[in-house]
């Protein structure tokens, strides 16, 4: 039997106050719908189908997988009728999971619980038990399962203090559940099809509720307002470093790192406080990385030290590299093994070699620098003529002298000295002194300005 799932995202998110749909607010910095779309593609659905309608478009740009099937909701009419528009392309034979976008921390575990414990024919509620259950659908049972679910506003005092709520997870065979659409009205306090008057029709076809626990009601909480998205931001945040602490990797304070993505870490990783890591980013075996870093889209090598304070993105390291204070490291920086590069150093787009030490106050862009080379303090490469980049290139072992300018296209040779203050415009040869600068003179008895008496 086959698999598949609706994801309601049609709504607007009033509470969020803001221009963008709710759906796609940032959580661990992808869109909320994202997460729950993960969720689907591990469960392997052979169709997967979000329902939209407000920011439609903007919801449509920002999830470019050709996967989805879209579903449009053009009026919110309540999630019975959001389900309706996601059936006409549902297979007949399936089973129907059906999610809200803006219940991001599911996790597949408890999803593949929920297909293994109901059998195919019968139906079944993901719930949870609530200390507040205010606001959400309350679960009524009898003694053979689910009997209905009532929502806050049409419930009575005695089912308002019932706990056990419905976490808006519904599974359940596709072909009936269209019957039971069909059926639906629209005669309650906010003159919505509700979903969950299903489960009244299902119970009168004769057909099993399960009501299903889930573990924890943090997995299950829907996201309304900007508070719930920092509450829901903070719990993915711990389970994210509690998976690598299981794996071996030391926090200072497990409550002060931030994963935006992907983080892969070797062996005797340590990370200290106020790390920020976004997209793909891996750190070999022994790396340390000390406070205030951003690290994006970075490869780094066994046994790098990374300084407090630098911003590092599309950088790769091979091992043992050493980085900042202060450094900025840019899209296309590849440092190859035990290189060092220093405070308030930038590099971008350059390939730097085993050995290489740039470590004050220099920019390096589209250059390639050898092995064993030393970039003294205050170097910068003249990359950029106003309209053209050019390329520098520096030999084995070349020893640039401080505050020179180079200025590409222009190359260094192997082994070669430039002269401090030096701006070179010309090749220069290898194992050679280069040096280019205006002759030095002093004025005697030269009079210093002073500011005139206006008095
Ligand atoms: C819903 C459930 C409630 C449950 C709660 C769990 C119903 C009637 N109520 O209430 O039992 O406890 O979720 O969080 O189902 N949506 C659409 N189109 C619509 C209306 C909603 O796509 O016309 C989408 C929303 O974008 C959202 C989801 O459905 O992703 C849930 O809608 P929401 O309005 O938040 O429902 P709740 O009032 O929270
Ligand atoms: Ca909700």
Redesign the pocket.
Known sequence: MGLSIII????Q?TRMRSDLP??LQLLAGKPLLAHVLACSTALAADDVCV?Y??GGEAVQAALPDPAIRWAL?AE???????VQQAMPGTPDGNRVLIL????PLLRPATLERLLADTPKDEMAVLTVDMEDPT???RIVRAKDGVQC?V?QNDASDEQCGIRE????VILCPADKLRNWLAGLGNENSQG?Y???DVIALAVADNVKVHGIKADSSVEVM?I?DKKQLAEAERALQQRLVDELMRQGVGFADPARVDIRGTLKCGKDVFIDINAVFEGDVELGDGTKIESNNLIRDSKLGANTLIHPNNHIEGATMGTDCEIGPFARLRPGAVLANNVKVGNFVEIKNSNVADGSKVNHLTYIGDTEIGSGVNVGAGTITCNYDGAYKHKTKIGDGAFIGSGVELVAPVEIGAGATIGAGSTITRNAPDESLTLERGKQKSIQGWVKPVKKDTK
């Open positions: 309601l995202a049609a709504g998110g709710k759906v329902v309608g407000h909701q919110q009419s309540g999630t019975g009728h959001a809200a976008g803006d219940v606001g959400y659908g679910i929502e709520i419905n976490t808006g919505e509700y979903l969950t829907g309304n």
